[in-house]
């Protein structure tokens, strides 16, 4: 089901890994963030949108991971967008044989055999430096930055006040590095691009866990762990340990790779 984040932004949340596709209401028809993930789920959302009574105009990718690239044959052929570097991640991918095997190797197991994959990362390259994304409803300024993913872009809603943060900012998840030269570097330039926006913003959207007013605390919250990593220290994280979200416990073991990779 949809639920408001903000006026004209509305959040499904998918049961497996939390995550938020983000509907954001334009003249003619709907922006689709990062929609997701089972058959069963995007077909809800697929509904939900018609009773809306509004078409899905565009969609938009943050980042190239799997569960952010999927789409629905009911959502429409309309033009999917991704930045360049994403696109060309995604191209990368796409044209292996065996990209379909490469996927399921990181799907969660429950959800393994129920992913759509016709539709599967076909996401359209916007131009380099591309500010705000090309459709007919309320400014979304792109915010590229190297943290986690090749391409990684957040979304403000400038006119909603409301930032789709991709992969960052969750309540759940650990900051998850990427594989780049500097890792922790990229990751605090990221968190640096987005705290430039935050006086912008009165709701964050992160692609996994809940939705919040406190953009600022979730920033300082992912720095504070970045921070732990490089420095070789235990961080003192709500999201790993015994305070994990039940169902979440995992996250601890991700943190323990990621502290022997970068400690």
């Known amino acids: 089901m949809l639920s408001q984040a903000a006026e004209g932004v509305l959040v499904h949340q998918s049961e497996v890994l939390e995550n938020n596709a983000v509907v954001v209401q334009g003249r003619d028809g709907v922006l689709l ?10 077909g809800c959302l697929a509904q939900d949108l018609r009773e809306l009574g509004q078409p899905v105009a565009a969609g938009f990718a943050t980042h190239p991971d799997w569960d952010h690239v999927l789409w629905h044959a009911k959502f429409g052929d309309v033009p999917r967008y991704g930045t360049a570097r994403c696109a060309a991640s995604l191209r990368d991918l796409l044209a292996k044989p065996d990209w379909k095997t490469l996927v399921a190797e990181g799907l969660p197991p429950e959800i393994a055999n129920d992913v ?19 459709w007919d ?12 993913a090749p391409g990684h872009a957040a979304l403000l809603i400038e006119e909603r006040g409301v930032l789709v943060a991709g992969d ?3 309540d759940v998840l650990v900051p998850m590095l990427g594989r780049t030269a500097d890792p922790i570097g990229d990751y605090l330039t990221g968190l ?11 709701v964050v959207v ?3 866990g809940s939705v919040a007013g406190q953009v600022r605390e979730r920033i300082e919250l992912d720095r504070a762990y970045v921070h732990a990593l490089r420095d070789g220290r235990e961080p003192d994280d709500p999201r790993i340990g015994s305070s994990a979200k039940p169902g979440w416990e995992w996250v601890s073991d991700l943190h323990r790779g990621q502290a022997a990779k970068f400690g």
């Open 33 to 42: 963030v990062d929609p997701g993930l089972t058959h069963e789920e995007l």
């Open 116 to 134: 759509p994959m016709d539709l599967f990362g076909r996401v359209t390259g916007l131009p380099a430096g591309t500010a705000y994304l090309p």
């Open 137 to 148: 409803g309320p400014r979304a300024r792109i915010i590229e930055h190297p943290a986690h």
């Open 168 to 170: 960052m900012l969750s």
């Open 192 to 202: 640096q691009l987005l705290e430039a926006v935050a006086d912008e913003v009165d």
């Open 206 to 208: 992160p692609g996994h």
